[in-house]
């Protein structure tokens, strides 16, 4: 038995000696997080804990310092665009609306795909420290999130892989929230494919499957018989890095002219953070000192 974590964390296990990638995680405070932010509605809160798990297995993958990864879901439904950003185990997310309300669906679930859209495009940047970001992106296949993280692997990073994400909310509470992402590396054999499709209906439910037991549990019994070695425990959490001095850097990207025509108005600048709702006040004279440092 894995020593049992409570907490947020993302646990990174191998299967038959590296024949699979196995990311397994619990979210629940990060999507409360999210949702106290924000104030949504319980099909958006489920939207973006959904959007910000798939977001955090990426980040995860990404071990540079400094390196992070976006993830923008277009879907043309009624949240508008909905973004989640990952530094490693940091993650941060917005929608455009996050007060959307729907019926459920027939099932009685949370209609994730109505709100988000079905139709237009998952998109991801990879910041690497280098000159350019790697940037893929393709079409949605559903809008419930997690079957559009699979397709976005399998098509974008040539990557088959099965993905759950799960966000179980009651009211303004997340009871669960998580996910898992199994992914086949070279030299995988047809055996073990074929025991992970078999076993693939076990993780539809994962949030409600991790009401049920801890991840670490999850984990010994879903790949029994698949020699699972755990790697790595990662602490994910929701945490903004908006700050005055990024602002500042904000308002000089601008460029002088348009940094002169708020001076000339004579109000300052307020600049608002989607992710956190913090707000930065600037004084006419602080916009003059920031006009200085501009280049064109």
Known sequence: MYELHPEDEMLHLTL???QARVLLCETTRMAQRCADIHHTTPVCTAALGRLMTGTAMMGVMMKGEGESVSVTVKGGGPMGTLVAVAEQGNVRACADNPRVELPLKADGKL???G???HEGRISVVKDLGMKEPYIGQCELVS??????????FTVSEQQPSLVALGVLVEGDTVLKAGGLLIQPLPGCEEST???LELRSPMFAEI???LAMAPKEQLAEEWFRGLSPTLLDRTPLSYRCTCSRERMERALISMGRRDLQEIIDDDQGAELGCHFCHSTYFFTTAELKELLEKATH
Not at 143 to 152: L, P, S, T, V
């Open 207 to 209: 949030s409600r499957e």
């Open 143 to 152: 809008g419930e999130i997690a079957i559009d993280f699979a397709n976005y």
């Open 111 to 113: 209609d994730v795909g």
């Open 193 to 195: 494919l074929e025991q």
């Open 115 to 117: 709100a988000v859209g």
């Open 16 to 18: 038959m000696d590296g």
